[in-house]
């Protein structure tokens, strides 16, 4: 099996009533593949300054998630108390019975990494950081920790140097994540990694079943973002769709029945995570996206 058709199979969890179908999509009947599902999740970034500032609970982001019709959520690390250490089992269990009691899924995590950092002893601690987070995914029955590469800018390496280092953390995280039944999601933020291109090698090199790309369609600033996200969509196994795209330079709003043409082009299903950000009101501004997003789903 070759391991992008792997990364379609993991990506496509199965809703009630479905049939799991193994192979390629693209030689499923055109009519089956327009009528492989998505499922739409919040990302919980949406709601980054209430969850931060303690305005708003998890308990609450739960309710208003199921409220707003999404089938789940996307619980970054940073707003599970204690982050980033992570606390005690009876507080991971609570948070994953209170989305279950709700219907939700908890489809992924995150943690804020840096694999550019020169010191290796740093860089180590980096690794620690995600691998704890793996055991806590686990544990809170999460199928996908994901991670940057990094922001750091180190003087006298050349970018070929980072890349191999960064690398091999991801090879060692992949492969901590695969002994515990969860996979590693690479999310190309803009940070190292500025094109598809870059993304695409990092992620061929690592070469991990346990290994894949969080899709950020903000995030894309070279070149047409359309065609980027068509280059690396055979890597997505989960997203992070934003209301606002990158055009020229410019920030411009997604032209989601673009986007979701190319989606239903790709086969891909699995998990849809959308993210607001920016000005106004986060639980209009979501709102308005799920609606939108979902009225092109059928």
């Known amino acids: 099996m070759q391991r992008r058709q792997f990364l379609h199979m993991t990506s496509a969890l199965p809703l009630a009533g479905t049939t799991v179908t193994f192979g390629k999509e693209e030689n499923l009947p055109r009519e089956d593949i327009e009528r492989i599902p998505v499922s739409l999740c919040l990302n919980a970034y949406s709601f980054n300054s209430l969850l931060i500032n303690g305005e708003m609970s998890l308990e609450q982001l739960f309710r208003f998630a199921k409220d707003t019709g999404f089938q789940g959520v996307d619980l970054t690390a940073y707003y599970i108390p204690g982050y980033p250490d992570v606390p005690a089992d009876e507080v991971l269990y609570n948070i994953k019975r209170t989305a279950f009691r709700l219907g939700l899924a908890l489809t992924g995590t995150g943690v804020r990494n840096n694999f550019t950092l020169a010191d290796p002893e740093q860089r180590k601690q980096e690794k620690q950081l995600v691998k704890n987070w793996v055991i806590a995914a686990s544990k809170l029955g999460i199928p996908h920790v994901r991670i940057f590469d990094g922001t750091a800018k180190p003087k006298g390496y050349s970018r070929e140097e980072i890349t191999d280092w960064l690398i091999d953390d991801m090879k060692e995280c992949a492969a901590f994540g695969g002994r515990h039944g969860v996979m590693i999601c690479y999310q190309n933020h803009n ?7 870059q993304a695409i090698e990092i992620i061929e090199r690592v070469d991990s079943e346990w290994f894949g790309l969080m899709l950020d369609t903000g995030s894309l600033l070279e070149g047409d973002a359309y065609q980027e996200i068509e280059r690396l969509i055979p890597y997505a196994v989960t997203w992070q769709v934003k209301e606002m795209i990158n055009k020229g330079g410019a920030k411009v709003k997604t032209d989601f029945a673009r986007l979701m043409q190319i989606v239903r082009r790709s086969g891909y299903r ?9 000005e106004g009101d986060p639980f209009q501004k979501v709102r308005a996206l799920c609606r939108q997003v979902s009225s092109l789903l059928t």
């Open 191 to 197: 940070n190292f990694t500025t094109n598809a291109a």
């Open 270 to 278: 699995g998990y849809f995570p959308l993210e607001t950000l920016g």
